[in-house]
Structure formats: structure tokens, C-alpha cells
């Protein structure tokens, strides 16, 4: 195998699949190296699937809009069912507190291209027959982001991959690169040695590991979540439902009916639990079933079939990054997705092509400087 390169990508998840496949249609070489047997078997095959737009600033707005309009057409464009439907988000406001953030949250969103709208108590049981009624304000509503099914999204960008003539390096851990002065020369793995002009680094949970075989700093640190799927069943509510209250060891509570009619949900543990741990618990079910039954009792008859553990590979403050590395004149980091990586997967897919051959246009400029590595951190996404 000639093993030089235009492009050497580390990881072949969420950013890594859609990267590939876009830089290929470029005319780039590429090259996809992980750790796994196969594409996608780190957090995107532990992602529930939803899609949104609903962001509280322009870099994920901006992204994730283009995710959707990918998403959205993906069979048309492609040939390949993902399972796609623009069944839509809802943030059902039952406290005033929640109901004024969302409501000033909208003023941005719309500044930003964002379709959402306030829907009254009355209009929400219409989108959600059977949803809690006492003390429901009202609900942000955002009707055409939705969801599809993160293993068939891997498989097809997989095989996209493959008509490209993307080669793929399973089973190999990278050990270390050569450099010289602020040029990465070459990527060093378990089991060979490989070069290339221009390298991604999108390991997931793996960022700061790889992050320091270069000498960097990247602050990604994954967190624990568990979700869980039920029977499917006849579709008998439209959008997922983020409850946003807090309650005894959730910060929020999340759900949706998927496109094969099974409830897909769950909750974002408080206090985070940090670390990489792939064991579900014991504790999981009961707490979210609590939370599922107060805000939505409908759900008291559905046979759970299985849950799972995954990880958020977190930043400080909640947002990306992604951008050129100041140290090394051709490492582009595309890190700390922060549980969103398969939702701006295909937009930021594009953008990261679009830095490789110096296509960035100005929304590009724009959507970076929202994930600047070399930022100060600070604040905190709402939304995230």
C-alpha cells in the first residue's frame, strides 16, 4: 500500500465519516484511521438519533442547519434511507424562569435563520397528545429539525467512502507522530507508519490523548450518559420533548418516537459523571422513568428492550473545537463535540474540506471563530 497521503484523518465516527467522504469528493487522497473494527463503533452508534438546530449560537445553528439540509435529502441526494423524519424539537416551558429563557433564547435563533416559534399549552397537547397539563406555559417548537438513525448514517457515509477510494486503517492505534519544527510529517500507529500533507484529528473520546502526543492542550473531557429504547409502537406524539427542569441527579430529560416507532430517551446526568465508562447501571431506568411518567404518562405502558452507556466528550464551555492548529501548520482539530457530533457531522464534514482545499467563505470565518480553539473558554452554551 503506498502509504502518502493528501489527507490522514483520525477517527472514523460522527466527523471523521463525513469528513472523508466530503475531502474525497474534493480529489483528495484520504486516509481513515481508528482504533475500532469499524465505522462508527465509538459514541455515534451510542447517539438516540435527534438532529436539531436548536442552538443558542450561530457556529452550531449555522452547522447544523447544513446537517439538516443533508440529512433531510439524504436518500434523494445519495440513494441511501438513513431513516430520516423532520418530526421536529419541543421545549415545553413549565416553569416562568424557563419559559422567559426560551423565549429570549428565540430572539437569537430567529436572528440566526432558525424556524421556531412560540406554541400556546393548548397547541402543544396538539403536537404532544397526552403531555403533563398542569402548569404547561407553552413550548418552543423548531418544526423542521428531526431525527434518523446514527447506524445506517455511518454505514452509508462508510460506503460513500469506499466508491471514493477512502482507504480505511481498522484495528490501529495511533502511538505518535513525526514532525518537523511546525509540520506534522507523519502519523505513527501501532502497526505501520503513514504521511500525509494535511491531517484531522477527530478521535472523539480519545482528544486530549492525542492531543498530547503532539505537545497540545486539548480541553475534551468526556462524561457519562445512558438512554434507553422501547418496543416500537403506532406513532402517537411528533416532536422530541427536552424537559429542561431539573430534578434529583438530571439536569434535563430528553425523548422521541424514532422512525421505527420505538421511544428513544434520556437524561443528562447532574452531577456529570466523568470518565469513560461503557457499563450501564442499575440506577438509570428507574431514575428516568420517573421523569418520563411526570411529564409524560402515556409512556407508563411501554416495555423498555434495552439501554446503553456512551460518552459527551466535553469542553469547558459546551461549544466545539474545531480550527487550525497555531503549532502545527497543517493539523486541523475537530474535537469536544460535546455530544452533538452526530447532528453537526455532515455540515462540519463539508467545512473541514472546504479549510483543506482554502474554500472558507465568510459564514465559515463566522462559524470558526464560534469554535476557536484558542479561546477563552468562558461562558456556557445554553443549550448544550
Known sequence: MNKSFDVIIIGAGSIGLPAAYYCALKKLKVLVIDAEHGPGQQNNKKAIGGVRATHSDFGKIHTCLRSI?????????????????????????????????????????????????????EE?????????????????????????????????YYFM?????????????????RHNDQTITGVVTDKGEYSAGEVINCPGNNAQEI??????????????????????????????????????GSANFYF?????????FCITPDPPLLGVDNRSTSEFLPLCSKRMLEVYPRLRHLKVRRTWRGQYPMTPDGFPIVGRSREYSNLINAVGMCGQGFMLGPGLG????????????????????????????IGMEEFK
Open 211 to 248: 492531543g498530547q502526543k503532539l505537545g497540545l492542550d486539548l480541553p475534551v473531557f468526556p462524561d457519562n450518559h445512558e438512554a434507553g429504547i422501547t418496543e416500537p409502537v403506532k406513532r402517537f406524539f411528533g416532536p422530541m420533548v427536552v424537559d429542561m427542569r431539573k430534578r434529583p
Open 350 to 377: 463539508e467545512l473541514l474540506a472546504r479549510i483543506l482545499i482554502g474554500q472558507r467563505d465568510e459564514q465559515d470565518h463566522k462559524v470558526l471563530s464560534s469554535f476557536d480553539p484558542y479561546r477563552s473558554f
Open 124 to 156: 402543544y397537547q396538539i403536537l404532544v397528545p397526552g403531555i403533563t397539563k398542569e402548569g404547561l406555559r407553552g413550548a418552543t417548537y423548531s418544526p423542521e429539525d428531526g431525527s434518523c438513525s446514527p447506524l445506517l448514517v455511518a454505514a452509508a
Open 69 to 121: 439540509e443533508i440529512l433531510s435529502s439524504f436518500e434523494q441526494l445519495y440513494g441511501y434511507d438513513i431513516g430520516w423524519m423532520s418530526n421536529g424539537y419541543s421545549f415545553p416551558a413549565y416553569e416562568e424562569q424557563d419559559e422567559k429563557k426560551l423565549k429570549d433564547l428565540m430572539v437569537v435563533q430567529h436572528q440566526f435563520g432558525l424556524n421556531i416559534k412560540w406554541v400556546s399549552a
Open 161 to 177: 467512502c469506499l466508491e471514493q477510494e477512502v482507504t480505511f486503517q481498522w484495528n490501529e492505534q495511533v502511538t505518535g507522530f
Open 256 to 264: 422521541y418516537q424514532n422512525h421505527e416507532g420505538q421511544v428513544v
